[in-house]
C-alpha cells in the first residue's frame, strides 16, 4: 500500500471529485490502460447485492442508492450517481468488462445509526494527527478542499479553478494516471496541514476502507483500483495497523437498515446537501461529459434552439456570435476554455439582449434541468412502493421532475381513479400533487393537481409502508388511527371530507363513530360551527363520487342544530378579537346552509328556515356584538328575506346618535365589509350610503380618531373601482346640480324609477347585438312573407324573448 504515486504494483487509488466530468473521463481513461482485476467504489457494502442492476437496460442515471432504518424509515441517506459521476463511470466500467465490482465505505448500518449531528466524538474516534504547524484545524470548521487550492491559485471561485485545471484540460492522453497523481499530491499537503478539516467522521471511515481494501488485495492481488473522493487519498495511502483500523470501528452504534435504487434528478443533484450532491449546474456538466467535440458550440446550439421554442428570434449568426464573444471572453480573463460562466455572459448579450428574464430560463432548462432517472422493476422496494408503481401504470400518471398541471373530470373512470390516487397519498403524507383551483369550472365534478415528484417522496412512501401494503389499505389504517387520535370536532370533520375525497369506505365508519361521539360531547359553539363546513362540502363530494352519505347527513343536520340553538347566546358579550371570530363562523355556517340540498338532507328547506330565524334573532338582538348583527342584516337582505327599506331601518338604529360610534362602526363594518360585496351595495343603495355619511359627518371629534382604524379597514378591502365610484358619489352630495334623478331621490345617479331617455340610447347596440338591424332583414322577410317570430328557427315564444330583452334594455 505504501508508495508516492499510483502503479501496477499496488492499489490503484483514483481519487476523484463526485460529479466531476472531467474526473469521470479521467477514470474511464486509467481502468482503460490499468485494466484492475477489481473496482472498488466509495458507497455503502449494502448496495453489492444491487450493483448487477446497473448493467439493465431500464436503468437511466441519474440514480440514487437509498438506504433507511427498517423500523424508522424516515431516517434514511442517498448516494446520488449521474451518467457523468466518476464512480457511476467506474461501475459500469467493471461490469462490462466483467471485472467484480464492490463498495467499500462505512456500512449504512453505522452510518444511519449516528444522530443526525455530528457527535462531539465518534465512536472510537481519536484526534487526527496533526504536523505541528500553527494553522491546525479546529473541529468546528470544516474545510473545503477545492476552495483552499482555488484560492492557492489565485482564483476566487472554488468551481471555476476546477474546470481551468480539469475540466478544461482532457484525461490526460499521453499518461491516464497523471491528474490522479497530481491532484493526491496536493491532497497530501492538505492532509498535512488541516487534518480531518473538520470531517470527524472520516477516520471512521477511512478505517473500514482500509481494512476493504487489504481484504480485496488477498483475494485479488495487488491489481486493484479503488475510485473515491481525492481528499481520503493520503489517509487511504498512508499505512496503519491492521489492529487500528479494528479499533476506531469497534463499538459503532448499528441499525438494520433496507437498500435500494431510486430514480433521481438533475434539479435535486444541483442542491448543497446529501452524499457529494451540491454542484451548482449538473445539466452543463452532463453536457460536458457527453458532448464528444466542440462542446461549447454545441452548448450554444442547444441554448439557442431552446430560445427559439419560446418563440424568442435567435438565429445561426446569434450562435455564431455568441460563440465568438464566449471565446473572446475566456482569452481576457486567462481561461483556457470558455466555462459556464463565459456561455453564460455570451447568451445574456446576444441572445437575450441584455435581460436576465430569458436567462433564467435557460439556467432552469439547461444549466440544471429536469433530467430524471429510472431504475428497473425488479429493484427491491417495499410493497407499498410496488402497489404505487402498478397503479401510476394503469392510470397512466407518470411521476414527472417538472411541475405540471392535470385537470381531472371526476365523471371519467380513469380521472376519478387518478383523483382517488393522489388524496390517499396527500393522506399518507407522500405529497406527490397539491390541489388548486380549476379554472373555467367551480363545480364539484372538476378537479386541478398540480404535480412534482421529488426523489425524497420514495422516503415518505417508506414510512408510509408502516400502515399497510397497499395504498388503499395504508390510507384506510392511517385514517382510522387519526379519527382516534384526533383532539378537535374541526380535524374529525375535516378528515371525514378526506375520507370521502380519497373513498375510503372502510374508514368511514370509525371516522363517523367518533365523529358523532365528538359532536355529542363538544359544547363550543365555535368548534361546532367550524366543523360544519367540511361536513357539508363532504356531503356534495359524496354526490359527484357516488358514496353513501346518510351517516353524514345525519351528522351534519344534528351539528346545524346545535349550532342553530347555541349561537345567539354565544354572541353577547364579546370583545372585538371574539366577536370577528364570531362573524367568521357566522359566515362559514351561512355558506354551508345555502349548499345543502334537498336530497342530501333531510328537510334542507326546514333547515334554512331555522337559520334565517337565528339571523333574524341576532340581527334584532342589541346585547349581540355589534359586526354580528351588522353581518347577520347582510346576510338576510342578500337572501331576500329582508326588505331594503327593514335593512335601511336596521342600520339607522345602529347609527343612532345614542349608539357608541365604536359599536356603531363595528356594525357598519359586519354590514358592509368582510369582502362581501358591501362597496356595491352602497354604491347602488342610495338610502346606505347616505346614512353612512350621515352618520360618519355626525362622528364626535374626540371620537373619530378611535373609530377611523376600524372604517378604514373596511372600506380599504374594496377594489379601487368602487372606492372611487363611492367618493365621486359621496362628493357630488345628494340633490346635486344637473342630476338626471327625479326631484328627492338623493344622490345623482339615484331614482325611484327608471330614466327612460338613458335607457333609450342602449336599445340600438342591442338590436344590433341581437342581428335585428341586419342589413337586408325587416320585420318581415320579402322572399317568403314569414313575420320575423316564423323565420330563421324563430318561435312565437323566441319572438318574446327579443322583446324582452329589448324591455330590459329601455
Known sequence: MNGGSPSAQGPLLLGVRHHGPGSARAVRAALEAVRPRAVLIEGPPEADALIPLAAEEEMRPPVALLAHAVDEPGRSAFWPLAEFSPEWVALRWALEHRAPARFVDLPATHTLAWDKEEPAAAPGEEPA???????????????????????????????????????????????????????????????????????????????????????????????????????????????????????????????????????????RLSRAGGYGAGIDSPGWY???????????????????????????????????????????????????????????????????????????????????????????????????????????????????????????????????????????????????????????????????????????????????????????????????????????????????????????????????????????????????????????????????????????????????????????????????????????????????????????VAAAGEIRGRWRGVLRVLSGRDTVAGVVRGRAVRLLLDDGELAPVEAARFMGLALSPGTAPADAAAWIEGFVGGGAGGGMLLVHDERLLGLVDTWLTGVPAEAFTGVLPLLRRTFSAYEPGVRRALGDLVRRGPDAPGSTAAVGAGYAGFAPDLDAGRADAVVPVVRLLLGLDHPGRGDTDESDGRGLDESDGLGESDGRDVDNLVGVAR
Open 286 to 600: 452532463a453536457h460536458l461529459f457527453a458532448a464528444p467535440d466542440r462542446p461549447v458550440e454545441r452548448w450554444l446550439t442547444k441554448v439557442a434552439g431552446l430560445l427559439r421554442e419560446e418563440d424568442r428570434i435567435v438565429s445561426s449568426a446569434h450562435v455564431i456570435e455568441a460563440v465568438r464573444l464566449a471565446d473572446t471572453l475566456a482569452a481576457l480573463r486567462g481561461r483556457p476554455l470558455p466555462g459556464l460562466s463565459e456561455t453564460t455572459d455570451a447568451v445574456r448579450a446576444v441572445m437575450c439582449e441584455g435581460s436576465d428574464v430569458p436567462l433564467a430560463l435557460v439556467r432552469d432548462r439547461l444549466v440544471v434541468g429536469d433530467v430524471l432517472g429510472e431504475v428497473p422493476a425488479s429493484a427491491p422496494a417495499v410493497p407499498l412502493q410496488r402497489d404505487l408503481a402498478r397503479l401510476q401504470k394503469r392510470l397512466r400518471l407518470k411521476p414527472e421532475p417538472g411541475e405540471r398541471e392535470v385537470e381531472l373530470d371526476l365523471r371519467k373512470d380513469t380521472d376519478a381513479g387518478r383523483s382517488r390516487l393522489l388524496h390517499r397519498l396527500r393522506h399518507l403524507g407522500v405529497d406527490w400533487g397539491e390541489p388548486t383551483a380549476s379554472r373555467g369550472s367551480t363545480g364539484t365534478f372538476r378537479e386541478t393537481w398540480r404535480l412534482h415528484w421529488e426523489p425524497e417522496l420514495t422516503v415518505r412512501v417508506a414510512e408510509a409502508g408502516v400502515w399497510g401494503t397497499t395504498v388503499i389499505g395504508a390510507a384506510t389504517a392511517k385514517a382510522e388511527a387519526d379519527a382516534v387520535a384526533a383532539r378537535t370536532l374541526a380535524e374529525v370533520t375535516g378528515l371525514a371530507e378526506r375520507c370521502l375525497l380519497a373513498e375510503l369506505p372502510d374508514a368511514l365508519p370509525v371516522v363517523m363513530r367518533v365523529l358523532a361521539d365528538r359532536a355529542a360531547l363538544d359544547t363550543d359553539v365555535g368548534r361546532l360551527a367550524q366543523a360544519l363546513p367540511a361536513l357539508v362540502r363532504s356531503l356534495r363530494y359524496g354526490d359527484v363520487r357516488g358514496t353513501d352519505t346518510r351517516t353524514l347527513a345525519e351528522v351534519a343536520a344534528g351539528l346545524a342544530e346545535r349550532v342553530f340553538v347555541g349561537l345567539p347566546p354565544a354572541c353577547a358579550a364579546l370583545d372585538a378579537e371574539a366577536a370577528e371570530e364570531m362573524r367568521r363562523h357566522v359566515d362559514a355556517v351561512h355558506g354551508s346552509v345555502g349548499l345543502l340540498a334537498e336530497g342530501a
Open 129 to 267: 494527527p496533526e504536523s505541528g504547524s500553527e494553522h491546525r484545524s479546529d473541529d468546528a470548521v470544516r474545510v473545503d478542499p477545492l476552495a483552499v487550492l482555488a484560492e492557492t491559485a489565485g482564483y476566487d471561485d472554488p468551481e471555476r479553478w476546477w474546470e481551468d485545471v480539469v475540466e478544461h484540460r482532457g484525461a490526460g492522453s499521453e499518461n491516464p494516471l497523471a491528474p490522479f497523481t497530481v491532484l493526491e499530491e496536493a491532497m497530501t499537503a492538505l492532509r498535512e496541514e488541516y487534518g480531518t478539516g473538520g470531517h470527524r467522521r472520516d477516520l471512521v471511515r477511512e478505517a473500514y476502507m482500509r481494512l476493504q481494501m487489504r481484504s480485496c488485495i488477498r483475494e485479488f492481488g495487488p491489481r486493484v483500483a479503488v475510485v473515491c473522493g481525492a481528499w481520503h487519498v493520503p489517509a487511504l495511502r498512508r499505512g496503519t495497523a491492521v489492529a487500528a483500523d479494528r479499533a476506531l470501528l469497534k463499538g459503532l452504534p448499528k441499525v438494520k437498515t433496507d437498500m435500494t435504487w431510486v430514480p433521481w434528478t438533475h434539479r
